[in-house]
Nanobody, 119 residues
Framework: QVQFVESGGGLVQPGGSLRLSCTASGFSLGNYAIGWFRQAPGEEREGVSLISSSDGSTYYADSVKGRFTISRDNAKNTVYLQMNSLKPEDTAIYYC????????????WGQGTQVTVSS
């Protein structure tokens, strides 16, 4: 059974950092481009970052560029999202998914992990 498990979320003050993990089971994550998405209350789900399967190239939404870093450890079947200089507008549930090169998600979603940035 193909499944993603996201973890690492929590409550952090503005300017703080978190590292999210996305661990896959049931398939080899290294064969796919993986994207991180987020959904704030009342908002549509938006793409945040992508890492390719081939050469590790990355993409970041303008809203997180320079603050977030995506990486992967294929041996652990895990993709990470290091989030620094967090802002209240980063508050959302964060999800990972297999994606196309243009960040169109496909396959199943995990339960997500809640990130709350607040003082």
């Amino acid at each position: 059974q193909v499944q993603f498990v996201e973890s690492g979320g929590g409550l952090v003050q503005p300017g703080g950092s978190l590292r999210l993990s996305c661990t896959a089971s049931g398939f080899s994550l290294g064969n796919y481009a993986i994207g991180w998405f987020r959904q704030a209350p009342g908002e549509e789900r938006e793409g945040v970052s992508l890492i390719s399967s081939s050469d590790g190239s990355t993409y970041y939404a303008d809203s997180v560029k320079g603050r977030f870093t995506i990486s992967r450890d294929n041996a652990k079947n895990t993709v990470y999202l290091q989030m620094n200089s967090l802002k209240p507008e980063d508050t959302a549930i964060y999800y990972c998914a297999t994606v196309s090169a243009t960040m169109v998600p496909f396959g199943s979603w995990g339960q997500g992990t809640q990130v709350t940035v607040s003082s």
